[in-house]
């Protein structure tokens, strides 16, 4: 009983919400800031970004955001009257003024033109020759000598200018309807105008055919098909007489042509099947009267400037029929398609017959007073033309629409059950699907008989048929399978008289099944209570539910189209599933489809492959197959960024390795639903794992110097089948030291360096190892004159007689002699002594040889006293050259031998002496002095002079 | 879209000068000029109906290349509930003295043949020139053609908010957004002289 309450609830849920009478429309505003910038003109770009020419300049529109696109210097203020794309998809802009820019590498560049007036058409051929509709000018076109005015134009207020296939122009004026033949030279002209048939002179747009027929708009005389071949102008045969304002723009849609007019919005002709016209206007909603220019872009939607909004709508694709001629279509319980077209709808007011193309399009049957509280919730057309209905207690009932006849049939009468859910027939079976079981009837072969309805009922109750009571749905395949959708025992096949029932199928998840359907390769789909929908092949039961595509679980049918995709209808919307690929589609709350609240198979294809749909609000047309449903969102990358500052533009792909940060911006266009557009992202040298974000930004901290491949991909249903890539190569520049260049200079730099320095060093030690070697010897000359016996034999014969004259002034002596030896000694492993220390040692010799030569031998010093702790030089040198004195010189009263040291210059040393000869000179090796002068060398790089003249010897030796 | 083309302003000028008789070089080509007009508007909104009428339209219509240009004086309409109202019109919401005419240039777009006697409904394009801003019209007229005479008859809407006219929110009860105009007119053929 909990099962039966749950499905009345579902059968008869009531909603209050109300739709308007129009396809959906969603307003968009340019610019959010500005109430007041008016759209002129509309144009889709190859790249499929939707451009709006206003008259506050140019916008580009990628279904989240208006980017200004400046195009002159005093770029807002341009009020753009013309967008298009010539060679190599340059864009192209016109304005008011008559100025003409094209947009290359550095932005828009400004054409100039001969001409002021407003420019209203831009195109330009294969051949590169750019053709110029002006409002007020006339028609110029430039070619390679530059621009040209066509001569013999009926007027020179031009609308438009449309290549025709055959590769003629076409164009429309205030006089006339002009064929413009460039292929002749000069080019030549044909007008056509009212005494050539045409029924307006004023012909404002101008649609071309594939097959080279020609539809004009006119001001009016409303819209003509023009046929090139014969001359003729044919009006459509319900708009002879065109009661609506200015034609100001045409979209040619698949099966329809939207005509948007200055003062009565937006005419709808319907010039396939059925030549329906309505009309978009304040009158049924349609808020704008004023409409400038109408556009369908690639994804098939529809963009219409009306005043300063931009609107957007799904267009023909679905609409909400609310009411009509006053009857509601609201809560609707079943609805069903017949062969000549009409839809048949039962609600709570009853039965109707709608043909929105008839002049008495609702019409209403049962209207007997006996029929009123009938629940119908199931109905089925019959390949006789009689009417089944379904009811809810009452059993089951038989129209003749022809005649209005009705027969009933109840329990009595041989049917199983008087709940009668759905009903499904082929051939002269009828399938009725009950909450007692399954019955069939079967139609006598005599037609005067079924008139009669003298029918064969046959009864399969849950033992001997389906497995349950409770039938939900029957379905038949074009097998002539038979399908039966049961509450508890899954799906039931009923085939050669025989049933088999698939009630355990994963997991026993799939065992209420609600509605059945079958796609385009023969497999079965299926709803279920709770657990989505099932695709079953013969073998397999393949699973959709929210993990994989499907948008919501309360499903109340699922259809096919003629294309063979599943059309699933749910509390949410729709959703499409192609059945080779699986790839869904969801259509909901963004085109205005939300809450549907319909009952249980409350749904019918007819022979136009218009799917119809009842719901609470109203009966929606449903035409799936007019768009390809695989198109994914195109991907562009718009921005780059290093550290969010942005980058100068797409072209720069070399970045410093201090600009590692990398941000990039991107968007994946799908008009329909911006919103749902999730991205799959990859930086190709980082890593080749496909990163999946719904963020319209991805940033790459840090990166490493290297080559980089950012790839984006879009998608509207996160499935990714099909996408379109962008991508992006960049390098981020290694650091200067890291470049091959530095590192190699470096090396050299730092091989010679090591090779100078070791160089060097080999020097060095070899200075060391020869100043080592000449302080040996010198240590060793200077022992070998200090122990000279002359000097001792000299001193001790001093000694001598200093003991006899004075013993204290002998001690003295002894102390003096004792402190010059070990001065020597101490100093001699020394490099250098201070000066004041070498003069100390000087003096001590001085006074011992004092003693001998008294005041025969003298020594002045003229040192200044900061010289002594100041400098420094080698030990015993100048003891050396004072020695050497006294060693070659004789020294006697007559030759006194003076010595004078003096410092001369900043840092030297001059010692002279006066020369006397001796009788027997002392034996010299001459090592001492050039001992001296060449250890001097290793210490300083100032020389060590020595000058002999007649009289004097002069040693100048550096300090240091 | 709201430039005036050079010959729009020769024409209306040759027609003003024309009539008012100053010397203006034009070729000895017969055109139709304007006998006799009445130029009617009429406001009507919900609290009070204001008519006005003049008779001073002057004009003049080529034949030959179907071209035509009209003007009146604003100051030269009369009727009008009071006269404190017809100064308000001139004053306040047309400006007259600065604007001082109404003008409407243009063409026919429709087939008419001048030579040929009969009724012929043609629309006018042009531009509609009230308080100095123009606005391009489409204006439908019924046009009477005679042996070197032509009678017009045209019934059209003026918005106010087209030409910037703003009525203070007091009185927007009694004056209409949308003015009907009724012009009648008699044109007759004569030789543009060259003096």
Redesign the interface.
């Known amino acids: 009983m909990k099962k039966i309450f749950f499905l009345i609830i579902f059968l008869f849920s009531v909603s209050l919400k109300a739709f308007s009478s129009i396809p959906f429309f969603k307003t968009l505003q340019v610019d959010k800031e500005n109430n007041n910038v008016r759209i002129n003109v509309l144009f889709q770009d190859h790249e499929s970004y939707i451009w709006t020419g206003t008259d506050h300049g140019l916008y580009r529109f990628d279904g989240i955001v208006f980017l200004h696109i400046p195009i002159g210097s005093s770029d807002s203020l341009e009020n753009i009257s013309a967008i298009s794309e010539g060679n190599n998809h340059s864009m192209l802009i016109g304005t008011d003024k008559g100025e003409i820019f094209f947009h290359n590498k550095n932005g828009f560049t400004k054409i100039t033109t001969p001409f002021k007036s407003p420019v209203r058409t831009l195109y330009q051929g294969r051949d590169g020759i750019l053709w110029v509709a002006t409002y007020g000018d006339g028609v110029f076109y430039k070619n390679s000598t530059g621009w040209q005015s066509l001569k013999g134009l009926p007027d020179n207020f031009i609308y438009s200018i449309v290549p025709h296939p055959s590769g003629v122009l076409l164009a429309g004026t205030d006089l006339g309807f002009v064929i413009i033949d460039r292929r002749n030279n000069p080019v030549s002209i044909k007008v056509y105008d009212t005494h050539k048939g045409l029924p307006d002179n004023l012909v404002r747009e101008i649609h071309c055919e594939k097959n080279g027929l020609v539809w004009l708009g006119m001001q009016e005389g409303g819209i003509c098909k023009f046929d090139p071949k014969t001359e003729k102008f044919i009006k459509p045969s319900n708009l002879q007489t065109w009661n609506y304002a200015t034609i100001s723009c045409m979209a040619r849609l698949k099966n329809e042509f939207w005509i948007g007019t200055n003062a009565s919005g937006i005419v709808d002709f319907e010039f396939r099947a059925d030549n329906r016209v309505r009309t978009f206007s304040p009158a049924n909603g349609f808020p704008y009267t004023n409409i400038t220019d109408i556009i369908q872009s690639k994804d098939g939607n529809i963009w219409i400037a009306a005043d300063n909004k931009l609107l957007f709508s799904p267009g023909e694709k679905y609409e909400v029929i609310p009411e009509d001629h006053h009857v509601l279509f609201d809560s609707i319980h079943a609805v069903a398609t017949d062969v000549t077209g009409n839809i048949w709808l039962s609600n709570n007011n009853g039965l109707y017959r709608y043909n929105y193309n008839s002049s008495d399009p609702v019409k209403k049957f049962l209207t007997d007073a006996k029929y009123r509280n009938l629940h119908i919730v199931s109905l089925f057309n019959d390949e006789s033309g009689y009417l089944w209905l379904g009811t809810f207690d009452d059993g089951l009932f038989r129209l003749d629409p022809v005649s209005g006849s009705v027969k009933r049939y109840s329990v009595k009468e041989g049917i199983r059950n008087a709940n009668v859910i759905s009903i499904n027939g082929r051939g002269n079976k009828i399938w009725l699907a009950t909450l007692g079981g399954i019955t069939l009837c079967e139609k006598p072969e005599n037609p005067v008989e079924e008139a009669k309805g003298k029918y064969k009922f046959t009864n399969y109750s849950d033992e001997t048929g389906p497995g349950s009571i409770f039938v939900y749905s029957v379905y038949i395949d074009t097998k002539g399978r038979v399908w039966f959708g049961t509450d508890g025992k899954g799906i039931t096949l009923y085939e050669n008289g025989k049933f088999t029932n698939y009630s355990y199928f994963d997991k026993g998840k799939g065992k209420v099944v609600y509605s059945i359907t079958e796609d385009a390769t023969g497999n079965i789909w299926f709803s279920t209570l709770n657990y989505g929908i099932y695709c079953f092949d013969g073998k397999v039961f393949r699973n959709f539910n929210l993990t994989n595509g499907l948008k919501d679980l309360n499903i109340s049918s699922v259809i096919h189209d003629n294309a063979g995709n599943i059309v699933v209808i749910h509390q949410r919307g729709i959703d499409v599933v192609h059945p080779v690929t699986f790839e869904w589609e969801h259509i909901g709350r963004e085109v205005g489809i939300e809450s549907l609240d319909c009952d249980l198979n409350a749904v019918a294809r007819d022979y136009k492959n218009n799917i119809w749909i009842g719901s609470q609000h109203g009966l929606i047309r449903f035409i799936n197959n007019l768009v390809a449903t695989n198109v994914q969102p195109e991907t562009h990358i718009q921005k780059t960024y290093a550290f969010m500052k942005p980058g100068t533009g797409l072209n720069d792909s070399i970045f410093n390795y201090n600009q590692n940060q990398i941000s990039f911006e991107y968007i994946g266009l799908y008009f329909s639903n911006p919103e749902a557009v999730t991205y799959r992202y990859r930086l190709v040298g980082f890593s080749n794992k496909w990163l999946n974000t719904s963020d319209r930004i991805v940033t790459f901290p840090n990166l490493p110097p290297g080559i980089y491949r950012f790839e984006v991909m879009s998608s509207f249903n996160n499935q990714f089948l099909n996408p379109v890539v962008d991508h992006f190569n960049f390098e981020i520049k290694k650091p200067i030291y890291k470049e091959t260049w530095f590192l190699s200079i470096l090396f050299i730099v730092m091989t010679v360096t090591l090779y100078l320095f070791i160089r060097d060093r080999e020097m060095r030690f070899r200075r060391i190892e020869s100043l080592k070697k000449e302080k040996i010897v010198y240590q060793f000359e200077t022992l070998k004159s200090q122990v000279n016996p002359h000097f001792l034999f000299n001193s001790f014969n001093t000694l001598i007689a200093i003991i006899e004259e004075d013993s204290s002034k002998a001690v003295n002596y002894v102390e003096n002699l004792s402190d010059y030896f070990r001065n020597m000694i101490q100093y001699r492993d020394k490099d250098t002594v201070h000066l004041s220390e070498e003069l100390e040692m000087v003096k001590t010799y001085y006074y011992l040889q004092q003693e001998r030569y008294g005041n025969n031998f003298s020594i002045v010093f003229d040192i200044p006293e900061s010289w002594k702790l100041k400098f420094c030089l080698p030990p015993l040198s100048l003891q050396l050259l004072i020695e050497n004195a006294v060693k070659h010189n004789a020294v006697s009263h007559e030759t006194p031998l003076k010595i004078t040291v003096t410092a001369i210059g900043k840092n030297r040393l001059l010692i002279v002496n006066n020369l006397n000869k001796k009788l027997h000179p002392d034996k010299s090796t001459g090592i001492g002095l050039e001992n001296l002068i060449s250890r001097f060398k290793i210490l300083t790089p100032d020389e060590v002079r020595v000058i002999k003249t007649e009289k004097e010897f002069k040693v100048e030796i550096p300090l240091i | ?1 709201t ?1 005036i ?1 050079p010959w729009q302003i020769n024409l209306v000028a040759c027609i003003l000068i024309s009539v008012s008789g100053i010397a203006f070089k034009v070729d000895e080509q017969e055109r139709f000029f304007i006998k006799n007009s009445t130029v009617k508007f009429e406001s009507d909104a919900p609290l009070e109906t204001i008519k006005a009428e003049s008779s001073e339209l002057r004009g003049v219509i080529d034949p030959n290349n179907h071209k035509f240009g009209f003007s009146v004086s604003t100051l030269s309409f009369k009727g009008f509930n009071s006269p404190l109202q017809r100064s308000h019109f001139n004053e306040n919401y047309l400006e007259s003295e600065k604007y001082p005419e109404i003008t409407f240039s243009g ?1 026919i ?3 008419i043949d001048f030579n040929t006697t009969g009724i012929y409904s043609v ?1 006018a ?1 042009g531009m509609l020139k009230v308080k100095g801003i123009p606005q391009e019209r ?1 204006i439908r007229s019924i046009v009477e053609v005679k042996s070197g005479a032509v009678n017009l008859k045209s019934d059209f809407e003026v918005l106010l908010s087209d030409h910037d006219i703003r009525i203070p929110r007091i009185v927007n009860q009694k004056i209409a957004p949308s003015i009907k105009v009724n012009i009648v007119a008699e044109l007759q053929l004569q030789k543009s002289k060259r003096t």
């Open positions: 879209m430039l083309k063409k777009i429709d087939d629309r394009k489409i």
